[in-house]
Nanobody, 121 residues
Framework: VQLQASGGGLVQAGGSLRLSCIAS????????MGWFRQAPGKEREFVAA????????YYADSVKGRFTISRDRNRGTVYLLMNSLKPEDTSVYYC???????????????WGQGTQVTVSS
């Protein structure tokens, strides 16, 4: 599975960005798709994940109510709409995917390149 993320950038606090990630290759292995992030000097952390039919979604407490994950199964794409952005959301955001065997709290098997999100105060 290959994952290609895009949509990062520089935004002021309170602003919005939408990240996109398109999967190619063995897309039947992308039952779960999600986003993680890593800030300089910090460990990578989970942000959000959605099952293939979006029946199940998970969010980190720090982004609940501000971020929304969604999927377009026809396009093999996962999105992360980020509203009310805060300076502490500044990170490199990584798209990831895994099979139906993935569990919350585990890393995902497939990773895309990161996209930088910078929120200025």
């Amino acid at each position: 599975v290959q994952l290609q993320a895009s949509g990062g950038g520089l935004v002021q606090a309170g602003g919005s960005l939408r990240l996109s990630c398109i999967a190619s290759g063995r897309t039947f292995s992308t039952h779960w798709m999600g986003w993680f992030r890593q800030a300089p000097g910090k460990e990578r952390e989970f942000v959000a994940a959605a099952s293939w039919n979006e029946v199940t979604t998970y969010y980190a407490d720090s982004v609940k109510g501000r971020f929304t994950i969604s999927r377009d199964r026809n396009r093999g794409t996962v999105y992360l709409l980020m509203n009310s952005l805060k300076p502490e959301d500044t990170s490199v955001y990584y798209c990831a995917a895994d099979s139906s065997e993935w569990s919350l709290g585990d890393p995902m098997r497939y990773w895309g390149q990161g996209t930088q999100v910078t929120v200025s105060s």
